[in-house]
């Protein structure tokens, strides 16, 4: 498994640290950023749209409800801080394949 440092147990479920890229070509995460997982998404950064575009990417991919998503720093810049309710740390990182090879 990757270090854990980006990635956080919670009392309420699981904090990630994260570096997003809006206006890319299309969604994914590309890695480690320093010491935030890097998520690109296609919508701009205008009015919220890349915000609710990483919810739901992390929703589908992690698959929970995009209500348990929640970006609880970071809104208006690059860097967040997201609060991903109900999930440990551990299960995130399986259900996204974290390892050592792909970030």
Known sequence: MVSDWYIKGTEDGT???VRLQPRA???EITGLYGDALKVRVTSPPVDGK???ALCSFLAKLL???AGQIVIT????GREKTVL???ISPAEIQARLQLTD???
């Open 15 to 17: 904090v990630l640290k």
């Open 25 to 27: 070509s299309k969604n």
């Open 50 to 52: 890349a915000n609710k």
């Open 63 to 65: 698959k929970v409800a």
């Open 73 to 76: 720093a970071g809104v208006t």
């Open 84 to 86: 991903i309710r109900g």
């Open 101 to 103: 090879n792909s970030v």
